[in-house]
């Protein structure tokens, strides 16, 4: 599962490796090649080129269906949602809704729908597509697989007129300015027959009404994109933006050192180090929206209450899961495998969003103590046998498989940790390192697996995988949760922070959620990854991180990146005026909705990577 990012995007790490260093990294990089062909220059037959290596595969072009962060990068440049972010500080701003107002009682919410956003194809954008959009969601399962919780709450939606929309709600939703929701033009999408296997993949260019036109795909190769010349706000600057896929991180590191790409994010720490004393590259070194955990099987089942998968029955016990987790040096995480490019994890939500932030308490706080756990273990009752092997209540020697990406050098590093961790407890560690960890997770055939998420400002979708709701109806299907958490306390307080308008109370309400999954024992958040990245100076003048001060180029909550960056060639000011730029053309049309707090959550399981 990828998203989901089951492994979202997430910045990969060398870690056992990082002895070689950053000198034999240089030797080394400049002989691999890339995988796959695609275009292989950022600038061809004069036009400019804006390439970007991605190591995550495309699990769907459709918005109904895709889950990873590559995917729904995608979207959010082809597609505009009802509001956006703006880059500076993440607060709410028009997107095809000019402005939103809520009735009395906030169960009624009207937006107003910009009157000059069309379609690519040449019609007007209005609110009968995100009528249509909506209410295809709400009563078609599969088009909710991606963003059904969005809607779960939603009673009615209308289209009162081409610029007057109409959500009426069944009770008060705390995310209504944070609808992160692609608009699709109903006229194309009202012929789909099955949305829950129609992946929007096959006809190009894609109508779309977002910065950029959908015009090529090749599976596990690349994504072409040329720029929306009508684009309300403005037409990018680069003549195509292509994200080119790489299997290894290597080859993409060695693509940017030729010149071949335009931008990599993701780097190891090697790989970075290498990267920074080299002419005409910019490292970008940032707090991330990323957590990097370890998470259990706490028995898979569906929502009509059947059993499937064949998790390890031990870890059903919230006093082994501690004693896991109590068995994990997350500072050495930090230290050895991330080298400093990274913070120390505690609760679900990074530090980044200082607004959900949580940290435990001095006496709740699960510290690295190996004689603890055992003991622990002790109470739960497992004990070793003559050979030291921790032993299980059917009598036989324990030992975990742990799901990991096989592309990805961090989950591998920490895997090796994990094997001589828990082995001083008797335990044994079996990693299941696969290019496709989807499979065996949606199926709960395993035990404990990495996981990662890019959490965005609003923490509503990134809690929402973890209710019972979002189980799958049957074992046969896909539902949209992250592993199978169902917890009914905790489910109660998601639904109080979602009724809450209250900025405060909200906050304080999803710290308990935090504290609840924290305390369960089934999340073990490592670290906080720094967002590493790099990019040709060469062939980008300047570009907009997200946010402003200090954050990511890639993966932002919005289309600033891509959509801002001028060419190198073409540019005549700083990056400073150029962002400043960027900033005068959001602020001028912003409409702040009071008493509303910053915007969404993530989402997105992937393979090696990050799920939105």
């Given at each position: 599962m990828d998203t989901h990012d089951q492994y979202g995007a997430r910045g990969t790490v060398l870690r056992l490796l990082a002895a070689a260093g950053a000198a034999a990294l240089t030797l080394t990089v400049g002989l691999v090649t890339p995988l796959n062909p695609a275009p292989q220059q950022a600038e061809a037959d004069g036009e400019k080129v804006l390439t970007v290596a991605v190591a995550q595969s495309v699990d769907s072009l459709?918005?109904?269906?895709?889950?990873?962060?590559?995917?729904?990068?995608?979207?959010?440049?082809?597609?505009?949602?009802?509001?956006?972010?703006?880059?500076?500080?993440?607060?709410?701003?028009?997107?095809?809704?000019?402005?939103?107002?809520?009735?009395?009682?906030?169960?009624?919410?009207?937006?107003?729908?910009?009157?000059?956003?069309?379609?690519?194809?040449?019609?007007?954008?209005?609110?009968?597509?995100?009528?249509?959009?909506?209410?295809?969601?709400?009563?078609?399962?599969?088009?909710?697989?991606?963003?059904?919780?969005?809607?779960?709450?939603?009673?009615?939606?209308?289209?009162?007129?081409?610029?007057?929309?109409?959500?009426?709600?069944?009770?008060?939703?705390?995310?209504?300015?944070?609808?992160?929701?692609p608009i699709v033009p109903k006229h194309v999408w009202e012929k789909v027959d099955d949305f829950s296997k129609f992946n929007n993949d096959k006809s190009f260019p894609v109508v779309g009404n977002g910065p950029f036109i959908l015009t090529g795909y090749k599976a596990d190769s690349y994504v072409r994109l040329k720029p929306n010349k009508s684009f309300w706000r403005g037409a990018p600057k680069f003549d195509e933006l292509v994200f080119k896929y790489y299997k290894d991180g290597d080859a993409a590191v060695a693509a940017l050192q030729k010149g071949e790409v335009s931008f990599v994010s993701g780097l190891t720490p090697a790989q970075a180090a290498a990267l920074k004393g080299q002419a005409d590259v910019t490292v970008n070194d940032a707090p991330g929206r990323r957590f990097y955990a370890l998470a259990t099987n706490p028995g898979a089942q569906s929502k009509d209450g059947e059993k499937f998968g064949d998790g390890h029955a031990s870890l059903l016990d919230q006093r082994v899961r501690q004693a896991l987790f109590m068995a994990v040096d997350r500072q050495a995480v930090v230290d050895k495998v991330f080298q400093g490019h990274a913070e120390e994890g505690e609760g679900y939500?990074?530090?980044?969003?200082?607004?959900?932030?949580?940290?435990?308490?001095?006496?709740?706080?699960?510290?690295?103590?190996?004689?603890?756990?055992?003991?622990?273990?002790?109470d739960a009752g497992y004990s070793k046998n003559g050979d030291g092997k921790l032993v299980g209540k059917n009598g036989k020697p324990v030992t975990y498989r742990v799901l990991c990406h096989a592309t990805d050098p961090q989950d591998k590093a920490v895997g090796k940790y994990l094997q001589e961790w828990w082995g001083k407890l008797g335990i044994g560690v079996e990693l299941d390192c696969r290019d496709n960890v989807s499979d065996p997770w949606l199926a709960g055939e395993y035990d404990l697996a990495f996981d990662g998420w890019s959490v965005n400002p609003d923490p509503d979708f990134v809690l929402s995988i973890h209710t019972c709701s979002a189980l799958p109806a049957t074992p046969k299907d896909i539902g949209a949760t992250d592993n199978f958490i169902c917890d009914k306390k905790f489910d109660e307080l998601y639904a109080q922070q979602l009724a809450e308008y209250d900025p405060a109370k909200r906050a304080e309400i999803v710290k308990k959620?935090?504290?609840?999954?924290?305390?369960?024992?089934?999340?073990?958040?490592?670290?906080?990854?720094?967002?590493?990245?790099?990019?040709?100076?060469?062939?980008?003048?300047?570009?907009?991180?997200?946010?402003?001060?200090?954050?990511?180029?890639?993966?932002?909550?919005?289309?600033?990146?891509?959509?801002?960056?001028?060419?190198?060639?073409?540019?005549?000011?700083?990056?400073?005026?150029?962002?400043?730029?960027?900033?005068?053309?959001?602020?001028?049309?912003?409409?702040?909705?009071?008493?509303?707090?910053?915007?969404?959550?993530?989402?997105?399981?992937?393979?090696a990577e990050d799920r939105e």
């Open positions: 459709s918005p109904f269906l895709a889950a990873r962060l590559v995917s729904t990068s995608m979207h959010r440049l082809t597609y505009e949602y009802l509001t956006n972010y703006d880059p500076k500080d993440n607060h709410a701003i028009p997107g095809l809704a000019t402005k939103w107002e809520p009735s009395a009682d906030k169960l009624t919410w009207t937006y107003t729908i910009r009157d000059n956003s069309k379609w690519s194809d040449g019609k007007q954008a209005t609110a009968e597509d995100a009528a249509w959009t909506f209410n295809t969601m709400m009563t078609d399962e599969g088009a909710a697989t991606a963003n059904g919780s969005f809607v779960a709450n939603f009673k009615k939606v209308t289209a009162l007129s081409p610029t007057k929309l109409v959500i009426e709600l069944k009770k008060p939703q705390a995310t209504m300015a944070a609808l992160d929701v939500i990074p530090p980044r969003f200082s607004t959900y932030y949580w940290q435990p308490t001095g006496g709740q706080k699960i510290t690295y103590n190996p004689q603890k756990a055992a003991q622990l273990l002790k959620m935090e504290s609840r999954l924290y305390d369960t024992g089934y999340m073990n958040v490592m670290a906080y990854p720094n967002a590493v990245e790099a990019y040709r100076t060469d062939q980008i003048a300047s570009i907009t991180k997200m946010p402003e001060a200090a954050g990511n180029i890639y993966g932002q909550d919005g289309y600033w990146s891509w959509w801002s960056a001028t060419p190198a060639a073409a540019s005549e000011s700083s990056d400073d005026s150029s962002q400043t730029g960027v900033i005068i053309g959001i602020v001028a049309g912003v409409v702040v909705l009071a008493g509303l707090g910053v915007f969404f959550a993530m989402r997105h399981r992937a393979t």
